[in-house]
């Protein structure tokens, strides 16, 4: 089974500046997609940005991009420029291509970083 | 366009009584999938539906169960409930089964047992 993990439950950075949240995961596969998702107190979650494992070219959205190295299994997200509405819990997410028989085909989550932003 | 939309929003039960939560998906999505979140054990996956299908399942016992209508509306039932199905459920919805496809979600179930 598929497992991801974020070593940091919580990062702070004052605002404007720039933070990398950190994420790692465990799979025998190759083929895999990755998602780094947002949810703010509302509780809904957000996609911030997603990743297809066969594309070596890093995703960027707008202040969001990745740093994805597949090798060592590291995908983090950096988030440049942060804004007080960036403050919120970042969930790295790890899926199997479909029917891969790679365990279920649901989204495997990571823990969370909690993200907080100083005026 | 209407997001997911899940209801109820709150929900209190008491333990051994057995619980529905419902959940709309976007107009035209055909997956749904649902996910229990707890602050111990996180965000997990407990299954996916398709065209009425289950496509799979998380681990979770035989008290979760779910289905998905014609109109891809779905439903998640638990029965016989513990303190521990205390949790927020959370709903996704999304076009097909794509892996990379986004999935949506909605803004969650909070159940309470006691």
């Known amino acids: 089974a598929q497992t991801v993990t974020q070593s940091q439950p919580e990062m702070s950075v004052q605002e404007a500046e720039t933070v990398t949240l950190s994420c790692t995961y465990d799979?025998?596969?190759?083929?895999?997609?990755l998602f780094w998702y947002k949810q703010p107190p509302s509780r809904q979650m957000i996609l911030v940005i997603r990743q297809e494992a066969y594309k070596q070219q890093n995703a960027t959205e707008n202040r969001f991009s990745v740093n994805f190295q597949k090798a060592a299994k590291s995908f983090s997200l950096k988030i440049s420029d942060s804004q007080l509405g960036d403050a919120a819990m970042y969930f790295c997410a790890y899926r199997s291509p479909p029917y891969s028989g790679g365990g279920a085909d649901g989204l495997t989550f990571g823990k969370g970083t909690h993200l907080i932003i100083q005026p | 366009k209407a997001g997911v939309t899940q209801t109820p929003r709150y929900l209190i039960k008491t333990r051994g009584q057995q619980v529905t939560l419902s959940c709309s998906p976007i107009?035209?999505?055909?997956?749904v999938s649902w996910y229990q979140q707890t602050p111990g054990q996180g965000l997990q996956f407990l299954f996916e539906?398709?065209?009425?299908?289950?496509?799979n399942k998380g681990n979770f016992p035989g008290r979760f169960s779910g289905r998905q209508f014609s109109n891809s509306r779905s439903e998640m039932n638990v029965s016989t409930l513990e303190l521990g199905d205390s949790a927020l459920y959370l709903c996704a919805s999304s076009l097909g089964t794509e892996g990379n496809t986004e999935a949506f979600f909605g803004q969650g179930t909070r159940l309470t047992v006691v």
């Open positions: 107009s035209g999505h055909r997956s």
């Open positions: 539906y398709f065209s009425e299908t289950q496509r």
């Open positions: 799979t025998s596969e190759s083929d895999y997609y």
